[in-house]
């Protein structure tokens, strides 16, 4: 059975830094795996997607990366501003033959200080 | 593009009653969309799976009378949660998936529903 974990599970940081944000998971063999953002309150927005053959993603700030070997991911964040604080949500897609389920790590809460 | 709408956005009911959630593709057809559930400080946890047209398929443990999904059009998922009661409030998110193969999850904004 897959299971998605994050570390830390929050992070607290002052503007400006570089900082990542950790995800293993248990069963390499997965489809894709998929960072998300979530607003208290919110639904999820879709940061970053990266398919198994890949080794990572990059969007403006943002940088994912994917070791599938390993089972690991981390997302990497340039030049933190507040308005990045926010719940990160790393999830991996299981094959087709697996169910395709997405399944989603605990999250890590990230609070960028001014 | 991909965008997907949740309607209500919250909702609170008194226990015994019933409550639906819609779910709407609104500029693409989806096959299948999912429903997932998700109580706070906590991940999102998959309860089933819905296709246009046939059965939804039910996590384990998730009552599939009580947890009523219907995917009548390729645009349009309902939750029907019957005779709710207090446990049942929780945050409430529907996903949306173009075509037949694994492409990307399109998530709705989510209904918060409180039950009294």
């Known amino acids: 059975k897959q299971e998605v974990t994050q570390i830390p599970a929050a992070l607290s940081v002052p503007e400006g830094e570089n900082l990542v944000l950790n995800c293993s998971f248990t069963?390499?063999?997965?489809?894709?795996l998929q960072w998300f953002r979530q607003d208290p309150g919110k639904g999820l927005t879709s940061l970053l997607l990266?398919?198994?053959?890949?080794r990572e993603q990059t969007s403006g700030r943002l940088n994912a990366s994917l070791d599938k070997s390993s089972g690991r991911s981390t997302l990497y964040i340039a030049a933190s501003q507040p308005g990045d604080s926010a719940t990160y949500l790393c999830?991996?897609?299981?094959?087709?033959?697996?169910?395709?389920?997405?399944?989603f790590g605990q999250g890590t809460e990230l609070s960028v200080k001014p | 593009g991909a965008v997907v709408s949740q309607h209500p956005s919250w909702v609170i009911c008194k226990s015994g009653t019933s409550v639906k959630i819609e779910c709407r593709s609104l500029?693409?057809?989806?096959?299948?969309m999912f429903w997932y559930r998700q109580f706070p400080k906590q991940s999102l946890m998959l309860m089933a799976t819905s296709n246009e047209g046939s059965k939804a398929t039910y996590e384990q443990g998730v009552e599939k009378d009580k947890f009523l999904i219907n995917h009548a059009s390729l645009t349009l998922s309902t939750l029907t949660v019957t005779s709710a009661h207090p446990e049942d409030s929780s945050f409430y998110i529907c996903?949306?998936?173009?075509?037949?193969?694994?492409?990307?999850?399109?998530f709705g904004p989510g209904t918060r529903l409180t039950v009294t």
């Open positions: 500029d693409f057809q989806a096959t299948t």
């Open positions: 990266i398919q198994s053959s890949q």
């Open positions: 999830a991996v897609r299981g094959s087709y033959n697996q169910g395709g389920k997405l399944i």
């Open positions: 996903s949306a998936e173009p075509g037949q193969r694994l492409y990307e999850q399109y």
């Open positions: 069963d390499s063999a997965i489809y894709n």
